[in-house]
């Protein structure tokens, strides 16, 4: 639903509609859940204008996915919509701090919300930090009686390996711990089968996303190079972006065409995405930063026991399984503290 040159014109008419619609409806609103960028512009466009044009709203919440995706518009943005621009442009409002030509919509949202919600409590400590505050520094300061951070979840019903329909194997927690593993390994002889990997009993960590920078896609190549030669077998499901990462993992993929042990794919495959899951043992998630992550999550659901980065919702729902600080209970996964090669590299040995 993003990623368009019109994005910002796009979410702008989206947020002006919506609230048209809701004027029509003539009801009172307890609270209205907004996110991001893309419809931050809600909350100053009701405060100055809707809420004394017929619309009555209680609260206004926005959560706060990731920080470092603003939506950055020009006066005549607003205008467009029939509204005054300018009138934004100032300091106390969306004037954006480095550029005093333009709005900067995630800011408005922080500005005029009730309530702000970052996707993790860690990830709500570390937006006050200059490193990842990105430039707005000063407004999330004045605002942080407002900001109280709460862990992000999945889709319960669309992840779930009991009624997956993209699952042949299909399985529960709720089953002995050898039922379980019989059936991940079937799922892993399917993948296997899919994906012309030999079809071996052996480790298999997965890597499913965007390789961006904020997922360390870096961290990502060592791991699987860890795994490759740790006998075990490494999947990657993934889109990618810019040039230089995409120019680094065709020539990976194409180093190891004839490696049966890997499979690299640069795409968006719902299906495929559910297999990998349910036949993975370990998914790699070594972000640089990650408000909340879902990934590690749909892992838990699935059996594939998470090997992170301590950072953000990570840090919030992964417990190192070695770490004797922790209560065993509590302990679900593999973590490692600094960005680097040589802690993914640590961790990935760990979980094999």
Not at 179 to 198: A, E, F, S, T, V
Not at 281 to 290: G, M, N, R, T
Request: aromatic share 10%.
């Amino acid at each position: 639903i993003y990623g368009y040159r019109a994005d910002v014109t796009r979410f702008l008419f989206f947020c002006k509609t919506a609230l048209e619609f809701l004027k029509s409806e003539n009801k009172k609103i307890d609270i209205l859940h907004i996110h991001d960028w893309h419809t931050s512009i809600i909350a100053p466009l009701y405060k100055e204008i809707y809420s004394k044009d017929k619309l009555e709203i209680k609260k206004i919440v926005l959560s706060i996915h990731n920080l470092k995706y603003q939506g950055f518009s020009k006066p005549k943005d607003i205008d467009n919509l029939g509204f005054d621009g300018r009138y934004f442009l100032q300091d106390e409002k969306l004037k954006d701090p480095n550029r005093p030509r333009t709005l900067n919509l995630l800011k408005g949202g922080i500005s005029y919300s009730d309530l702000i919600v970052p996707v993790s409590e860690t990830y709500a400590k570390e937006i006050f930090l200059k490193a990842n505050e990105k430039n707005l520094h000063k407004v999330i300061e004045k605002n942080k009686k407002k900001i109280k951070g709460i862990i992000n979840g999945i889709d319960p019903k669309y992840w779930d390996p009991k009624t997956d329909k993209f699952l042949k194997h299909k399985f529960t927690e709720d089953f002995s711990i050898k039922k379980l593993i019989d059936l991940k390994k079937k799922n892993k002889k399917d993948l296997q089968k899919y994906l012309n990997l030999d079809q071996v009993d052996k480790p298999l960590i997965c890597s499913i996303g965007r390789l961006v920078p904020q997922k360390g896609p870096s961290l990502i190549k060592k791991s699987l190079q860890t795994a490759l030669k740790n006998n075990a077998q490494f999947v990657l499901l993934g889109d990618v972006f810019d040039k230089k990462t995409t120019k680094e993992f065709y020539k990976l993929k194409s180093d190891l065409k004839n490696n049966s042990n890997v499979s690299i794919l640069f795409e968006h495959n719902e299906k495929l995405a559910h297999l990998i899951f349910a036949a993975a043992d370990f998914v790699i998630i070594p972000s640089l930063f990650e408000p909340c992550g879902l990934t590690q999550m749909i892992g838990f659901k699935y059996g594939a026991v998470p090997i992170v980065r301590k950072t953000g919702g990570l840090a919030d729902s992964v417990f190192d399984l070695d770490d004797k600080k922790i209560d065993k209970e509590k302990r679900n996964g593999f973590s490692f503290e600094k960005f680097s090669e040589a802690q993914v590299e640590s961790a990935t040995k760990r979980a094999l």
